[in-house]
């Protein structure tokens, strides 16, 4: 591997920036730069140079040459890319706080990626991805897109589907949690990959099966350890893999999957109603997550600000998504040196899940190649896990063409499939309020968003 790469990320003034920059230097050996440039826009113009110069601290610190860039022009970085990494959050995180307090006001779930807040995340993202990649067509045409903003799975779906850029790979942490969790609760060291896994679904809603060193399939007896009547594992665990620990499954629902769930997310949608009564309360108490995330920035870029700190701090594993910039920097270096190397992420279905539509983007294990990832087949899925990812999928689809397209229509189909949104008058005046909310960032709802208004339709942040 003798190739020196030029690294572009979208969104480089994210809290997340130490840890990519972290992981780029941990992988000198397999990984060399030319270029890393750090792209934001004018609203984050003050976290870009604080966690900028945070960075050019960590790569001279580590006695390497790269070149390190800060800018605001999109198109001036992009040019001659070789991968493009993207982590960026449209409408700061005043806007994750919308998405959380708005669906609570209906008595519904506020949550980042899940619910009304999920579809919300997508309107807003994907129409960015979308214009980020005009421009890679036309000023890196061979550059690989590394997704990780969230929802991950659908904006890597409209990427590829929408956009036609077919060199794009999403990524999500969890799965990342999981295995070291797994690792632990089988008895092997955290950190050294000893279970192999083999992970199905979509970003956010899997599913996954467990075998140790010796081939046997450990995945029920875990099932057992981590969520059965007598489990042991919870007591030892030293692996932060959900926040919301007070909340569990029905344990005889888990084993008629006869797989483990992702307890970050499946939680929302097999205990519902007790999540929903957590997330009311926390909104009540303004304290969801995105409010407490965006106490977290504040002490965390005070800290970067130290000129003394040459490393990633300690309190940004705090902030959530750990792991997230440490596995793109892996996917960057296996796609450069073909390493072959077994990572879950989000790609085309080809199918792998027999039961989804063949084009569509599945999040799955997978071998990474120089070409991309070639997933491990699943093949057919029982009658509980089908039937989830089934209309899971139908709503992605639906919100990913409301989100082009502006079709009022489209988004208000999108909630009335979503699990996590109940139909009726609430949910149509949730949608409208939370288009007019959004204004500034949903041009594609420009004349749909002037009609509601014209009908009375506001927003009022002061009823939080």
């Known amino acids: 591997m003798n190739k020196k790469v030029k690294i572009v990320t979208i969104g480089g003034g994210s809290s997340y920036t130490p840890e990519l920059i972290e992981g780029f230097i941990k992988r000198t050996d397999k990984l060399t730069i030319r270029e890393l440039w750090l792209v934001d826009i004018e609203e984050g113009k003050e976290k870009l140079e604080i966690v900028g110069a945070l960075a050019k601290r960590m790569v001279q610190s580590a006695g390497l040459n790269w070149q390190v860039h800060l800018t605001l022009d999109r198109r001036e970085a992009l040019k001659d890319a070789d991968f493009v990494t993207t982590q960026f959050r449209v409408g700061l995180l005043d806007a994750r706080i919308r998405d959380e307090k708005i669906p609570t006001k209906y008595g519904m779930v506020g949550q980042e990626t899940n619910g009304a807040g999920g579809i919300f995340k997508s309107l807003r993202t994907i129409p960015v991805i979308l214009d980020i990649i005009k421009d890679m067509r036309e000023l890196c045409p061979d550059a690989w ?18 956009g036609g850029w077919k060199k794009t790979i999403g990524l999500c942490n969890v799965p990342v949690l999981l295995t070291k969790r797994n690792n632990e609760a089988t008895g ?5 990959d000893a279970v192999f896994q083999k992970f199905a679904g979509l970003n956010h809603f899997h599913w996954h099966r467990v075998w140790d060193k010796e081939g046997n399939e450990v995945t029920e007896a875990l099932a057992d350890d981590i969520y059965g009547p007598n489990a042991t594992y919870p007591e030892r665990s030293t692996v932060r893999v959900k926040r919301h620990s007070t909340i569990g499954f029905n344990y005889e629902q888990i084993r008629e999957f006869q797989l483990l769930v992702n307890e970050n997310y499946h ?19 303004n304290e969801t997550r995105g409010q407490v995330v965006k106490n977290v920035e504040k002490e965390l870029f005070e800290i970067y600000k130290n000129p003394a700190l040459y490393t990633k701090p300690k309190q940004l ?5 750990t792991y997230y910039s440490d596995a793109a920097c892996e996917l960057i270096s ?23 539509p063949y084009d569509c983007i599945v999040e799955v294990s997978s071998v990474i190649t120089s070409h991309g990832a070639e997933p491990f087949n699943w093949g057919k899925c029982g009658a509980s896990m089908r039937g989830w990812l089934q209309i ?6 639906l919100t990913i063409d409301a ?16 699990p996590l949104i109940r139909s009726g008058s609430k949910m ?13 960032y949903l041009p594609q709802f420009e004349k749909v968003i002037l009609k509601l208004e014209e009908q009375g339709v506001t927003y009022h942040p002061e009823e939080w």
């Open 267 to 285: 939680r929302w949608y097999f205990s519902e109603a007790d999540m929903l009564d957590l997330n009311l309360e926390e909104s009540r108490r």
């Open 145 to 162: 897109l590394v997704n990780f903003t969230n929802p991950s799975g659908m904006v890597t779906e409209a990427a590829i589907k929408v």
């Open 188 to 192: 092997y060291d955290v950190d050294n």
């Open 403 to 418: 989100a082009v397209s502006g079709d009022y229509s489209k988004a208000l189909q999108a909630f009335t499939m979503n």
């Open 334 to 356: 296996a796609i450069v040196n073909d390493s072959r190397k077994v990572m879950v992420v989000s790609t085309q279905n080809n199918g792998t899940i027999a039961d989804l």
């Open 317 to 321: 594993e705090e902030r959530g998504g």
């Open 392 to 397: 899971m999928k139908a709503m992605e689809e």
């Open 428 to 440: 149509k005046n949730m949608l409208d309020e939370m288009l007019v909310a959004n204004k500034k």
